[in-house]
């Protein structure tokens, strides 16, 4: 038996990453797959199979203890179906869209900023090619050939190039009239039929629905969960005892009618949210946690470098940016430092993955600043978590609007003391002159600043003055009507809306990313997929693989099932007639990162194999031996090397009596 404790280098870059071959083996294994294919299916809607549906459970979990639990938030789970009033106040009914364009001769729909990009980037490659500084992509079939005629290689001019690439970097800063002015200037045409298309609309991205049978009530999806957030924080701050600062959390599912949802899970029309409302004092957005996270290095791609047309990025730490004002406040660098060590954490690449800021146009019509992180894969950067600073846009204008205060109120150590210039009426003489009228000269008085109080007081020591309502009417005031008189306030409440600090997780994006980045082909043999997921998430821990389906290997596989059980690891049996070799290749696929062999020495001598997914490593101990170290392993406990410096190595063969 072997005794080496070094655990095997595997070489993942082998071979080129084919997304072909990904998306084959996500169906084949049924990660996910089109709802209601057998009637067709629906564009933009996707279910889980048991893979799929385990593997965004782990992550959610790992998400509310990254979240919810360390940084001690109120969860909420509000309804999906939310009425018209509320969307109507906070902006969505209005301003929650998209810019359509259509085909002029078919009226295909085509989002109007994924035109710009997929033709002004299919151009682009096409004059790499042309220089011969990347090969021709593969033509195996009709399709891809109808679409490589269209990214023909066709060298550009370079100034042509420099435009393009400056156009794209701030293309998210573009609204619908100046889209329709790029899609004119450089003939961009719907890549499927090579037709012009029609100038840009708007095309609000909310399901409609009515509450109740009459179909009076107006109501929509919710496309996100935050306003359920905003209309409970009274409750929630009475809950935190009446201080911030304080967040709320929520997962939960949400809507957007996508205009062409093309690009599977990363453009759906249902998918799970994850979402954060921290609210803090809008005068003190210091993190009592931001040292924690100062020194995270992070890369950055900030509004004046798009707005400047490059897309140039830097590599910071999260207390440098805060320090020179690159990302506004503490609390905000505080959740982007805290949500890249939650993507890293479930397996995302830092390599692929920036931090974006908004630029002025896009900003959505509630933020003041916001960083999306986003994750490159074969589609390009794609946003999968935005991080937005909502001042107090959310609970002012629901307050407004339903006459409601969503304000906190706060003892102050120390009352403050002022003076200022107050009107005092003589009501009877008020209403005896003016009758009618005297709301409105009250309302013109009390509505002046200091200075204008200033200035009437002096008037009414002359005798009179005139003050204007405002709809232009003026009216004669004497001290027997109103006085102004400097009074002394003593203030020991302080009454504030709060701000609100929003991070926002696309987890069916983030899922998606995670399956690209953790795949990749076995040197020896291309067609040995691997899923190389981190075990916190993979969707099975541990495969129990019996030599055979021979009872009496029954014991042990029960024994062993129910120890990992107890210990908190989920396993599956596979005991199908196929060879050792495939059940462990099937698996890899499905990215099972442990397998233990059961074989006829187990029986006799209470020892199993323990098997590594990416090396292939196999090493050999008792049953508990083995269990006390694929369960430290699944917690993240040790690393396989420790693991290597546990076990021996097994050389393939047990001694069997």
């Given at each position: 038996m072997a005794t080496t404790d070094m655990a095997t280098t595997v070489n993942k870059t082998a071979h080129p990453f084919d997304k072909t071959r990904l998306d084959a083996t996500l169906n084949r294994r049924f990660f996910y797959a089109p709802a209601f294919e057998i009637y067709g299916g629906v564009a933009g809607l996707y279910d889980y199979g048991p893979p799929g549906s385990a593997l965004q459970a782990n992550i959610i979990d790992l998400w509310r203890k990254h979240f919810i639990i360390e940084e001690g938030m109120l969860e909420l789970d509000t309804t999906i179906i939310t009425p018209s009033a509320v969307f109507e106040t906070s902006g969505h009914v209005a301003r929650f869209a998209d810019w359509m364009v259509k085909d002029t001769q078919t009226g295909d729909v085509l989002r109007a900023d994924?035109?710009?990009?997929?033709?002004?980037?299919?151009?682009?490659?096409?004059?790499?090619e042309a220089r011969g500084l990347e090969a021709a992509p593969p033509t195996d079939d009709k399709k891809r050939?109808?679409?490589?005629?269209?990214?023909?290689?066709?060298?550009?001019?370079?100034?042509?190039?420099?435009?393009?690439?400056?156009?794209?970097?701030?293309?998210?800063?573009?609204g619908g009239p100046e889209i329709g002015e790029l899609c004119r200037k450089y003939d961009l045409r719907n890549p499927d039929t090579d037709n012009e298309v029609g100038e840009p609309q708007q095309f609000n991205l909310m399901f409609q629905s009515s509450i109740g049978p009459t179909g009076q009530h107006k109501g929509y999806l919710r496309p996100e969960t935050a306003q359920g957030h905003f209309l409970n924080f009274n409750r929630l701050l009475e809950y935190n005892n009446g201080r911030v600062p304080f967040a709320s959390a929520q997962?939960?599912?949400?809507?957007?009618?996508?205009?062409?949802?093309?690009?599977?899970?990363?453009?759906?029309?249902?998918?799970?949210?994850?979402?954060?409302?921290?609210?803090?004092?809008?005068?003190?957005?210091?993190?009592?946690?931001?040292?924690?996270?100062?020194?995270?290095?992070?890369?950055?791609?900030d509004r004046h470098v798009q707005e400047s047309?490059?897309?140039?990025?830097?590599?910071v730490t999260v207390g440098e940016a805060v320090d020179k004002g690159i990302i506004a406040n503490e609390t905000l660098g505080y959740f982007v430092a805290r949500i890249y060590l939650f993507l890293i954490n479930i397996g995302i690449s830092p390599e692929r993955l920036r931090f974006r800021q908004h630029m002025g146009n896009e900003m959505a019509h509630y933020a003041t600043d916001c960083w999306d992180a986003e994750i490159h894969n074969t589609t390009g950067w794609t946003e999968c978590v935005g991080c937005a600073d909502r001042a107090a846009y959310d609970l002012s204008v629901h307050s407004n609007k339903t006459g409601q205060p969503l304000v906190v109120r706060q003892a102050l150590k120390e009352p403050i003391v002022t003076e200022k210039e107050v009107p005092e009426?003589?009501?009877?003489?008020?209403?005896?002159?003016?009758?009618?009228?005297?709301?409105?000269?009250?309302?013109?008085?009390?509505?002046?600043?200091?200075?204008?109080?200033?200035?009437?007081?002096g008037e009414l020591a002359q005798?009179?003055?005139?003050?204007?309502?405002?709809?232009?009417?003026?009216?004669?005031?004497?001290?027997?009507?109103?006085?102004?008189?400097?009074?002394?306030?003593?203030?020991?409440?302080?009454?504030?809306?709060?701000?609100?600090?929003?991070?926002?997780?696309?987890?069916?994006?983030?899922?998606?990313?995670?399956?690209?980045?953790?795949?990749?082909?076995?040197?020896?043999d291309v067609d040995r997929g691997v899923l190389s997921l981190p075990p916190l998430v993979a969707p099975t821990k541990v495969l129990i693989v019996p030599l055979s389906a021979r009872e009496e290997f029954d014991p042990l596989v029960q024994e062993i099932s129910a120890k990992l059980r107890r210990a908190g690891v989920f396993s599956r049996v596979d005991d199908s007639n196929t060879s050792i070799g495939k059940r462990y290749a099937r698996n890899d696929e499905?990215?099972?990162?442990?397998?233990?062999?059961?074989?006829?020495?187990?029986?006799?001598?209470?020892?199993?194999?323990?098997?590594?997914?990416?090396?292939?490593?196999?090493?050999?101990?008792?049953?508990?031996?083995?269990?006390?170290?694929?369960?430290?392993?699944?917690?993240?406990?040790i690393d396989w090397a420790e693991a290597c410096r546990r076990l021996p190595a097994y050389d393939g063969v047990q001694a069997v009596d």
């Open positions: 994924h035109l710009v990009k997929n033709v002004l980037e299919a151009r682009l490659a096409g004059d790499r050939k109808k679409k490589n005629a269209k990214a023909a290689a066709v060298k550009l001019d370079d100034g042509v190039v420099k435009e393009y690439e400056s156009i794209l970097a701030q293309l998210d800063n573009h997962i939960g599912r949400s809507f957007r009618n996508e205009i062409s949802p093309r690009a599977g899970l990363l453009r759906v029309r249902e998918f799970t949210m994850a979402e954060i409302e921290h609210y803090v004092d809008p005068e003190d957005k210091r993190h009592p946690r931001f040292n924690e996270v100062r020194d995270t290095s992070i890369v950055l791609l047309g490059s897309s140039q990025t830097t590599t009426w003589n009501k009877k003489n008020l209403g005896k002159l003016f009758k009618k009228d005297s709301a409105v000269i009250q309302q013109a008085v009390e509505s002046l600043d200091e200075a204008g109080l200033l200035k009437l007081k005798g009179s003055t005139t003050v204007k309502s405002e709809d232009g009417k003026e009216f004669t005031l004497t001290p027997e009507v109103v006085t102004i008189e400097r009074k002394t306030f003593k203030q020991s409440i302080r009454e504030f809306t709060p701000n609100v600090i929003e991070p926002s997780f696309g987890l069916g994006r983030i899922l998606y990313m995670l399956l690209e980045h953790s795949f990749w082909s076995r040197e020896q499905l990215g099972t990162p442990f397998g233990l062999t059961i074989d006829f020495a187990s029986v006799q001598n209470r020892t199993v194999t323990l098997r590594e997914r990416d090396t292939t490593d196999q090493r050999i101990g008792s049953i508990d031996e083995v269990i006390a170290t694929v369960t430290d392993l699944v917690f993240g406990n």
